[in-house]
């Protein structure tokens, strides 16, 4: 729910909201005066009235005409580089809608998830109180600091903010009007608020006008902020299944995307060296390579190894997911579509890709009209855009294809065709689970800890004797996927410099003490009964929550869903 004044904007004409306007005054200059037991039902949402209490009770001067509240410039400068990532999306976004909000703003800012600001851009409205209060980099907007604004409510709920007049603590705020909206990271994570001030009078036609414009452009100017940071942070094997559908088909960019090296695939059991050293071949010659495996494994971060190796530049480095997409908006994606009466036309990922690297994943869910088409191009060397009749060029990229199905049981099963998995697979890869390959977990254990702790920003804990134990004992399907979100669990909820095994999630020594046994102990599991039980188990604890029960297992929520529906496991 946002904090916006609902019998305001009811009202229909600027005189009824000036009038309202009078009313609120009225209310808060009486919490002034008389303080809070003569406080009457006031004019304003209740969010906005404990605010006015709580700033009268924190000694804020309502008629003070400056803001000199702020931090020192030495935490500035540390919080400025803590964020310069955030600031850098903020800058490029506010500079691509600068033309509008110079003509309609006082100031567009942004502000941490403390209240201080970050970043500042300035516009035409002012006056002079505006230019006597200011707001600058630095500055602190805090309810005990700067009384009731809406940056300070949205810090405190997280949620949309807009105040008009006074509504504002501080009278010199009178004549603005102030929206604010909450900022999320990838994760989902409240990270900071965008705020955005004018004069009420001086958009559009006035208040009538002005209240629905700043509230639309704050929300569209946070909306592009956020998907921005999404796009620079998240890969789309954790992303989600909405966010697939909008961005179904992600360039790989430098910068965007931090490709891993050979080093970073930890393990020097046999079965590894081996997928290694064919990497490394393959990324040499440029040959069409499938990377096979169960889930989590690895299999992505292979094929961006590989990518990485051969050097490629940043704009031909593409990556493709077949899973949940209309076929009808796949072709177009694919191969791009013709320019019909008049409309531009659209360029495929295949044009896209020249001779880069184009990463596929999960090869078996390719349409078969699809698989056709791709077969048909690859041999020839050319394709035509959807609607189009004149062939294009392919360029030659290197194929990089991914699969949790064994090539031979893809072909059986009709989910890839014979002479597509021949074309694609010029060199095969298998890349072990971890069951397999127990003498490289000791080594990915503490690689983990190293690599999760420098990016949470945190010392590398010790892993006691009895947790190192319960790693080693436990199922993990998720593979190495599923050991990282462990790990990355355990170092945030551990106070200490250790990890015991009580830090780690879904009672994994409960799993460890059970093994890959029947729950009578009678006999050995199979693998997809093993698999079965533990997405099972997960989705229990989770209380049916998709989303939470991917994370504890380490895969993605459409790779969970493609596995309840092989298991038939009905979400309860």
Excluded at 77 to 86: F, H
Excluded at 128 to 153: C, I, M, P
Excluded at 192 to 219: E, I
Aim: aromatic share 6%; glycine share 8%.
């Amino acid at each position: 729910m946002s904090i916006v004044n609902s019998r305001l904007n009811a009202l229909s004409s600027d005189k009824e909201k000036s009038s309202y306007l009078a009313k609120i005054r009225a209310n808060k200059d009486e919490l002034v005066r008389m303080g809070e037991s003569l406080f009457k039902t006031p004019s304003v949402e209740p969010e906005v009235a404990v605010s006015w209490v709580a700033s009268r009770n924190a000694g804020v001067d309502p008629y003070a005409s400056t803001n000199s509240e702020g931090i020192d410039y030495e935490e500035l400068s540390k919080r400025l580089a803590e964020n310069a990532d955030t600031i850098a999306v903020v800058d490029e976004v506010i500079e691509s809608f600068r033309g509008v909000l110079r003509k309609v703003v006082t100031s567009v800012f942004y502000a941490d998830s403390e209240g201080v600001v970050l970043y500042l851009f300035e516009g035409d409205v002012s006056n002079d109180n505006y230019r006597q209060f200011g707001t600058r980099v630095g500055g602190l907007w805090r309810e005990d600091v700067t009384g009731t604004s809406a940056v300070s409510l949205c810090v405190k709920h997280q949620d949309v903010v807009q105040l008009v007049g006074p509504e504002h603590y501080r009278v010199v705020m009178q004549d603005h009007l102030t929206t604010a909206v909450p900022i999320r990271d990838g994760e989902g994570e409240f990270i900071g608020v965008l705020a955005m001030t004018t004069l009420h009078n001086k958009v559009g036609t006035g208040l009538s006008y002005a209240q629905p414009y700043m509230l639309g452009l704050s929300m569209a100017l946070a909306s592009s902020i956020e998907g921005t940071i999404r796009l620079k942070t998240r890969s789309l094997d954790t992303a989600t299944e909405k966010e697939k559908d909008e961005y179904p088909f992600r360039e790989l960019r430098e910068g965007v995307w931090n490709l891993p090296r050979f080093d970073d695939f930890v393990g020097s059991s046999a079965s590894l060296s081996n997928a290694k050293k064919l990497a490394k071949q393959a990324a040499a010659t440029g040959m069409n390579v499938l990377i096979s495996g169960e889930m989590g494994v690895g299999k992505l971060m292979l094929a961006k190894i590989i990518a990485a190796k051969r050097g490629v530049s940043p704009e031909s480095l593409m990556m493709l997911s077949f899973s949940g997409i209309p076929e009808s908006i796949l072709e177009e994606e694919v191969f791009g579509k013709e320019s019909l009466g008049g409309g531009a036309e659209k360029v495929g990922i295949l044009e896209q890709a020249k001779d880069g690297v184009l990463i596929i994943l999960d090869v078996g869910d390719i349409p078969a009209k699809i698989q056709h088409a791709l077969l048909n191009a690859i041999e020839e060397q050319s394709f035509c855009r959807v609607g189009g009749s004149v062939r294009v060029p392919l360029g030659s990229p290197q194929i990089v294809s991914t699969s949790e199905i064994d090539l031979i049981e893809l072909v059986r099963s009709g989910k890839l065709r014979s002479d597509l998995a021949i074309t694609l697979s010029s060199v095969s890869i298998s890349i072990p689970p971890l069951r397999e390959r127990r003498d490289d977990e000791r080594m990915l254990i503490g690689y983990l800890i190293k690599r999760e702790s420098e990016r949470l920003g945190v010392a590398p804990p010790r892993l006691t004797s009895r947790a190192m134990q319960v790693l080693l004992a436990a199922q993990l399907p998720g593979n190495v996927r599923q050991l990282r979100n462990i790990l990355q669990y355990a170092i945030v909820v551990s106070e200490k410099q250790t990890i015991e095994a009580e830090d780690f999630p879904l009672s994994i020594e409960e799993g460890a003490s059970n093994g890959l046994a029947d729950t009578d102990g009678s006999r050995v599991l199979t693998l997809k009964e093993a698999e079965q039980k533990a997405i099972e188990h997960a989705l229990e604890f989770t209380n049916g929550n998709i989303r939470e029960a991917g994370r504890v297992l380490g895969i993605s929520r459409s790779t969970l869903y493609r596995k309840m529906e092989e298991y038939r496991i009905v979400c309860k």
